[in-house]
């Protein structure tokens, strides 16, 4: 397969633990978006990296989320000090970011702070 | 910063009706608006796209109209099918390059 995939596929936690999402993209495609949806909402933007560089952070993401892409590959997203409203779907897309183009969106990680 | 509402929330429509998705937005700068379609515990997947230089875009039962005066598009399904049932997502291409994506419209087609 080699659409974007993302591990682990589900996540339980317990509040204040941290945990972290790994994103593999397309293997030639140089955009990376993470996105969070929660039940009966669209995806919500939360950041993306054309290559290893990091060009957004939504103003709603809180300090106790980071995302890196150290060699502009493969991504990993961060969450620290886990509340319960951390409780979504993390979305990863990838694109080739030649212009305006579609998403190739994982399967995506869920993650449950109880 | 860019912002998306779609409407309506939920629609309900018999085999073989149309079905009308509306958004607008807020960016007059925005030029790219694609549609996106999530089965129920699957991804969101592209169905179609336009882009601002052209008024109207058609892929066999799908269709995309847009108004940039207006700031607004629409999704038309035609010909539905109880396949066509998912969630439905406009989106718009916001400053930076990233995609802002509406509520979502869960559409059902009664058999």
């Given at each position: 397969d080699t659409g974007v995939s993302q591990d682990p596929r589900h996540k339980i936690t317990k509040r204040g633990q941290n945990v972290t999402f790994r994103c593999d993209p397309i293997s030639e495609h140089n955009r990376l978006y993470w996105y969070r949806q929660t039940l009966g909402q669209g995806p919500e933007f939360l950041t993306y990296f054309q290559n290893e560089a990091q060009l957004e952070k939504s103003r709603l993401l809180s300090d106790r989320?980071?995302?890196?892409?150290?060699?502009?590959?493969?991504?990993?997203?961060?969450?620290?000090?886990?509340e319960q409203g951390d409780s979504a779907m993390y979305l990863c897309a990838s694109s080739s970011g030649q212009g305006p183009g579609e998403l190739f969106f994982g399967e995506g990680s869920r993650l449950t702070v109880l | 910063g860019e912002n998306v509402e779609q409407h309506p929330s939920t629609l309900s429509v018999q085999e073989g009706d149309s079905a009308v998705i509306k958004c607008t937005y807020s960016d007059s700068a925005s030029n790219y608006f694609p549609w996106y379609k999530q089965e129920l515990g699957k991804r969101p997947q592209l169905i179609i796209d336009i882009r601002s230089n052209?008024?109207?875009?058609?892929?066999?039962?799908?269709?995309?109209?847009?108004?940039?005066?207006?700031?607004?598009?629409?999704?038309?399904?035609?010909?539905?099918?109880?396949?066509?049932?998912?969630?439905y997502f406009c989106a718009v291409l916001g400053w930076g390059g990233k995609l802002i994506f509406g509520q979502g419209t869960e559409l059902s087609v009664k058999p």
């Open positions: 989320f980071s995302a890196e892409r150290p060699k502009g590959s493969f991504s990993t997203l961060e969450i620290q000090r886990t | 052209v008024g109207e875009k058609k892929d066999q039962r799908i269709a995309v109209t847009l108004n940039k005066t207006a700031k607004h598009f629409s999704l038309h399904i035609t010909e539905t099918q109880p396949e066509d049932s998912a969630v």
